[in-house]
């Protein structure tokens, strides 16, 4: 089945500094690639995503890429700021399951003021 | 808009006992619903999908007598872990995408975290 890399596990960047973060997916057949941020007890939101269509997608701060190829995509979060720490999760998946997500191991983030 | 319930958010049972956890889809419909297990500093892990109308699809090595799923209709799926010990003791998370225009985004409940004594 599916197979979704994630690293790293964690990440520490001053203020302002960029952060990124990378996963791999194993199954070609994926096309649709979300990024979740997750605080500590709470759901996952949704910050991101991006569809094998499309190589680069940018919001604000934030951009995700994606390398269709070699079977991997990216966050960037750039100028990060102390709200910006969380766990930040990516995912993968098909169109044929119905939005079935897998998910990567997850990345902490912490942004030191 | 798509937002996403659960309840309770919060249950302490003893070991051996049932409990329920129901998942709404508060203003769309959504065929399918999704159940995730996250155990703490954990990655979300893909218990089952739940199916309205029809039996739920469970993920390899997730019991289906242990972990029961209903989904009634279309605002609604419950998961209801029988027989509960403390091994079962995570956070329960359920998701869900609206039914028009072929979304694919999931929208998530806010959790239910279950400690069993």
């Known amino acids: 089945g599916e197979n979704v890399e994630q690293h790293p596990s964690t990440l520490s960047v001053q203020e302002g500094d960029s952060a990124v973060i990378k996963c791999t997916y194993s199954d070609s057949a994926s096309n649709y690639f979300p990024w979740y941020k997750q605080e500590l007890g709470k759901r996952p939101q949704l910050i991101i995503d991006i569809r094998s269509n499309v190589g680069e997608k940018k919001d604000q701060r934030i951009a995700v890429t994606l390398n269709k190829t070699a079977k991997h995509f990216s966050l960037h979060i750039t100028e990060t700021q102390p709200e910006d720490s969380a766990v930040y999760f990516c995912?993968?998946?098909?169109?044929?399951?119905?939005?079935?997500?897998?998910f990567g191991q997850g990345t902490e983030l912490s942004v030191k003021p | 808009g798509a937002v996403v319930s659960q309840h309770p958010s919060r249950v302490i049972c003893k070991s051996g006992t049932s409990v329920k956890i129901e998942c709404r889809s508060l203003d769309f419909q959504a065929t399918t619903m999704f159940w995730y297990r996250q155990f703490p500093k954990q990655s979300l892990m893909l218990m089952a999908t739940?199916?309205?109308?029809?039996?739920?699809?469970?993920e390899q090595g997730v019991e289906k007598d242990k972990f029961l799923i209903n989904h009634a209709s279309l605002t609604l799926s419950t998961l209801t872990v029988t027989s509960a010990h403390p091994e079962d003791s995570s956070f329960y998370i359920c998701?869900?995408?609206?039914?028009?225009?072929?979304?694919?985004?999931?929208?998530f409940g806010p959790g239910t975290r279950l400690l069993v004594l």
């Open positions: 739940s199916n309205e109308g029809s039996k739920a699809t469970y």
């Open positions: 995912a993968a998946s098909k169109n044929n399951q119905g939005g079935k997500l897998i």
């Open positions: 998701s869900a995408n609206p039914l028009a225009g072929g979304e694919e985004t999931q929208y």
